[in-house]
């Protein structure tokens, strides 16, 4: 019924421009924002509003940037016991949206970097789920996928942003949420035949995500195809935080895949209306009037 996420907290310097810069170019853009980020803490965020009990483990600084990073899961009810003062500035992403929605993202670690096994919780009893990312040491995220599966949690890890393959990490997953580029970074290949190349290597379900084009999800039994919610996207940060946000808060409810998959999607696309990353999550309520048909 709860959900343990460990993984990054960042503020999100964000700026619109008329398109993102190519190497050695400099392009004006808006006024700049900033507002709660980070891949961890913005799934945190997803899954708590999707109406999951979350807690987070993780680190921040005690810098100018700190309230900002924690205000979107103070304000969603994360429970953040496990979360680390350290000497070290709050971990900063630097964004550029272009008039799409699409973005590129630089990420100054800071304090997400000075995260150690040492910081994660003792006991593992209260939650049934872990939500893992890849923005945070390997030997912390490997340490809390061993310890999890140890202790019969289910392992979720969405292997963003991509690094070489970890084999002890891919044994201890559960479930392996990747997009187009990270399948491709982990398994050399696309579709279903990489997905499912994934499945010989620990985990017992892979879902690609496929932007515009939907999902796609593998277990040994089945296959299930997705097609994205259709929306005119503003701006896509976090929309991929927020399908692994829901996914697992209604995986940890009971609910079948199939669902969870149909919730996701619905609320990525969601997230891609508005402008931010937590700032952007839709509420249990406006997924439920997509999926019921009232809105
Ligand atoms: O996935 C989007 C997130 O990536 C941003 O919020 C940014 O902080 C980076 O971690």
């Not at 550029?96 to 593992?124: D, F, R």
């Amino acid at each position: 019924m709860s959900v343990l996420v460990v993984g990054s907290v960042n503020a999100d310097l964000t700026v619109r421009a008329e398109r993102i810069p190519a190497p050695g170019e400099t392009v004006l853009g808006g006024d700049a924002t900033v507002s709660p980020g980070g891949k961890g803490a913005n799934q945190a965020v997803a899954a708590a509003l999707a109406g999951a009990r979350v807690a987070l483990c993780g680190a921040v600084g005690r810098d100018a940037f700190r309230e900002a990073a924690l205000r979107g899961l103070t304000r969603a009810g994360v429970d953040l016991g496990h979360l680390h003062t350290v000497d070290a500035p709050t971990g900063l992403a630097l964004i550029t949206v272009s008039p799409e929605g699409e973005n590129a993202i630089t990420v100054a670690s800071g304090a997400n970097a000075h995260v150690t096994p040492s910081h994660l919780p003792e006991g593992w009893g209260s939650f049934t789920h872990l939500l893992l990312q890849g923005e945070l040491p390997p030997e912390v995220t490997r340490g809390a996928a061993r310890r999890a599966h140890a202790a019969g949690l289910t392992v979720v890890l969405n292997a963003a942003p991509a690094r070489d393959p970890d084999p002890d990490l891919l044994a201890h997953t559960g479930h392996l949420i990747v997009n187009e580029h990270e399948v491709a970074v982990l398994a050399g290949g696309a579709g279903e035949e990489a997905a499912r190349s994934l499945l010989r290597r620990g985990p017992q379900t892979v879902t690609v995500t496929l932007g515009g084009e939907g999902s796609l999800t593998v277990t040994p039994e089945a296959t299930h195809r997705l097609p994205a919610h259709p929306v005119a996207p503003v701006d896509t940060t976090g929309a991929g935080d927020t399908f692994c946000g829901v996914l697992v808060a209604w995986r940890s409810s009971g609910r079948p895949l199939p669902e969870a998959l149909r919730a996701a999607t619905v609320a990525a696309a969601l997230a891609c209306t508005r402008s931010g990353a937590q700032d952007a999550m839709p509420s249990l309520a406006e997924i439920g009037a997509i999926l019921t048909g009232t809105r």
